[in-house]
């Protein structure tokens, strides 16, 4: 494909889709968590804004429908797949590494249908689904979706006069988007040499202090 860069919300991606081992130069730009982001008065209902939260214990809140929820597909988004494989670490008992024999276990499908039939709204995209959930947040509790989609949704609620969201970071764990950006080595000396510029220039003071007052890390 014409490209000269890349840029993805995990590196995990790249590894899968650099086969050929052409993309050079990857770095991460700034970081996200996937994480629960739930409307505060159902929060404070549940006791996660004084208590500790777990994953756990927010798919337990699903799966009792005390929670009405959306996330994005696991197969069209990474913080949907970050969700979804969250999930399975859950019900896995949270495993150093998870394996084959992890996934064959006899129960894992059952549970993890249980769960996910309990999504209310999915999307194809993290953005779109902050959007509706916003849009619709009368009828809607919360979100998986990455902490920078917890601010976007605040700016918005706020100004709206609705209650605000809050972003959870579970005590066992969360997957991180760590947005590397990479480029596509056609041997073009002067894009290099702007791709090298182009990343001391997003790493430096300036961009990241941007990056952190829209809510990114």
């Given at each position: 494909a014409p490209y000269d860069f890349i840029w993805t919300a995990s590196s995990s991606l790249i590894d899968?889709?650099?086969?050929?081992?052409?993309?050079?130069?990857?770095?991460s730009t700034m970081i996200s968590p996937?994480?629960?982001?739930?409307?505060?008065?159902k929060a404070e209902a549940l006791g996660w804004t004084k208590n500790e939260v777990t994953n756990a214990d927010f798919y337990k809140a699903v799966k009792d429908k005390k929670i009405v929820f959306g996330m994005t597909s696991a197969s069209q988004s990474y913080s949907g797949l970050?969700?979804?494989?969250?999930l399975l670490y859950v019900i896995s008992g949270n495993?150093?590494?998870?394996t084959k024999d992890d996934l064959n276990k006899?129960?894992?499908?059952?549970?993890?249908?249980?769960?996910l039939s309990q999504v209310a709204r999915s999307?194809?995209?993290?953005?779109?689904?902050?959007?509706?959930i916003v849009a619709n947040h009368k009828y809607y509790d919360a979100?998986?979706?990455?902490?920078?989609?917890?601010?976007?949704a605040n700016q918005v609620l706020a100004k709206e006069g609705k209650e605000s969201m809050c972003a959870l970071?579970?005590?066992?764990?969360?997957?991180?988007?760590d947005y590397p950006i990479g480029y596509i080595d056609r041997g073009n000396v002067a894009k290099d040499a702007f791709f090298k510029e182009l990343v001391s220039y997003m790493k430096g003071a300036e961009f990241q202090a941007l990056l952190k007052s829209k809510g990114r890390r």
């Open positions: 899968i889709a650099d086969k050929q081992k052409v993309i050079k130069g990857v770095q996937i994480m629960p982001i739930v409307k505060r008065s970050a969700a979804y494989l969250g495993p150093d590494v998870l006899q129960k894992l499908p059952e549970t993890v249908k249980s769960v999307s194809v995209s993290s953005g779109e689904l902050k959007d509706f979100m998986l979706n990455y902490e920078g989609m917890a601010w976007e970071m579970p005590a066992d764990g969360v997957v991180v988007a």
